[in-house]
């Protein structure tokens, strides 16, 4: 029997650390397992034990700093503890400041912390039902002091919820649960400071906004890539009726997942159109170019029912009973990320049939989200659509 010597213990630490999700061949030394177990966990990384401090955010300790949480002092009478009451005769470390109530058009900074670290899980709660508020409410993310967002998505859809219509994700990147139980594990490193900001751009307060956010302090190896997200929303033309999910980036880097809030404009079948990767420099023809919207979202045959799993799934299938059939659909490229040097283009088409068994281009409703790494300074994101062209059909 061949003997597993610590080469081999390693080989498989990095293989179960996913170094392939920033890694690369050439150009910078390779991350060691110490180092790269940190940021990005699992069960293979789980014995190492890499020299870093972890650290969690939430309304109970605002800085995630040692030492400082759960020390609010009930006060019912102070509006910054609307939760303090039930806490009143149990003193400081009884659950006084579990939450924030954030005022219409108020923005909230969630995390504002130095680097280098890395966010491991953000959990979000907030209204049990997000009609009229999943949508209103926008995540920003920005790192190290930059001055525009690399995340920039409203709530839910970043969450892999479309229409503000609660589905349940089962995903590795991505939990929802009920009711309204906001999870993600994208590993998210940065080197010299992070912040979060939740804007609530609804006409009402919310009564409720809980939050989360576990991260790791410790040194970031070179060559890793920042967590970027981004939103958009069209109906396409039928005269080319294609969508872009992402344009305009500039770079090295990994493209690692899409969420299509997907919306009918008419009957039928709406999914014979391609997905398509126009990468370093691809003009008029895409390097990859899927076969179907049910194939790229790991289907087959339409989508007969609902299901959500570790990498791609259909959570919602709405059938237009109260509005218009529409359909939630995520696809994370966790072990088959798209790698580009320079440059990265991704479009969906919209298409179904007509009776005559021909292609039908379709006007359809589609938002989505791109989610993807790369080096920083990134390109400027097109200006985020206002309240009015997010609200949901």
């Known amino acids: 029997m061949r003997r597993f010597g610590r080469t081999d213990f390693l080989k498989s630490v990095f293989a179960a650390a996913g170094l392939s999700l920033f890694g690369r061949s050439t150009g910078y030394s390779q991350p060691s397992p110490r180092e790269i177990s940190g940021f990005n966990p699992g069960l293979g990384t789980l014995p190492m034990l890499p020299a870093w401090e972890t650290r969690s955010i939430s309304a109970e300790n605002p800085t995630g700093e040692k030492g400082r949480g759960a020390r609010a002092i009930p006060n019912p009478s102070d509006p910054n503890l609307p939760y303090s009451k039930a806490a ?6 009884w659950k ?9 058009g108020e923005t909230v900074t969630l ?7 890395a966010i491991q899980h953000i959990w979000l709660a907030s ?19 930059e001055s525009t967002p690399s995340v920039e998505v ?37 080197k010299r400071h992070a912040k979060i900001t939740f804007t609530n751009e609804a006409e009402k307060d919310l009564s409720v906004l809980g939050y989360q956010i576990t991260y790791a302090k410790g040194e970031i190896p070179d060559g890793v890539g920042y967590f ?53 420099g691809d003009r008029e023809f895409p390097t990859i170019c899927g076969t179907g919207t049910e194939d790229y979202f790991g289907g087959s045959y339409g989508f007969p029912e609902v299901y959500t799993t570790a990498y791609n799934g259909n959570t919602l299938k709405h059938e237009g009973k109260d509005g218009p059939p529409k359909w939630s659909l995520y696809r994370w490229h966790i072990m088959d990320p798209v790698s580009f040097k320079s440059d990265l283009r991704v479009t969906i088409q919209a298409l179904g049939w007509w009776p005559t068994d021909k292609f039908q281009p379709l006007a359809d409703d589609i938002a989505s989200v791109a989610y993807w790494y790369q080096r920083e300074p990134h390109a400027e994101f097109p200006k985020f659509p206002s309240l009015i062209k997010r609200w949901p059909r």
């Open 111 to 117: 995390m504002d912390v130095e680097g280098p670290g």
């Open 228 to 280: 970027h997200a981004q939103w958009r929303r069209a109906v396409t033309d039928r005269s080319f009726p294609v969508h872009t999910i992402l344009e305009g980036v500039r770079g090295e880097g990994r493209y690692v997942g899409t969420f299509l809030a997907w919306t009918q404009m008419a009957d039928g079948w709406f999914g014979e159109g391609e997905v398509k990767f126009y990468i370093d």
């Open 96 to 104: 006084v400041n579990p939450f924030v109530k954030p005022r219409a």
């Open 154 to 190: 409203p709530l839910t859809d970043f969450f892999a919820v479309g229409h503000d219509l609660f589905a349940r994700v089962n995903s590795l990147a991505v939990v929802v649960n009920p009711t309204t139980a906001l999870n993600c594990y994208w590993p998210m490193p940065f």
């Open 88 to 93: 009143v005769d149990l003193g400081p470390g």
């Open 127 to 145: 209204e049990s039902n997000w009609m009229g508020n999943g949508r209103a409410s926008v995540l920003r993310f920005y790192w190290d002091q």
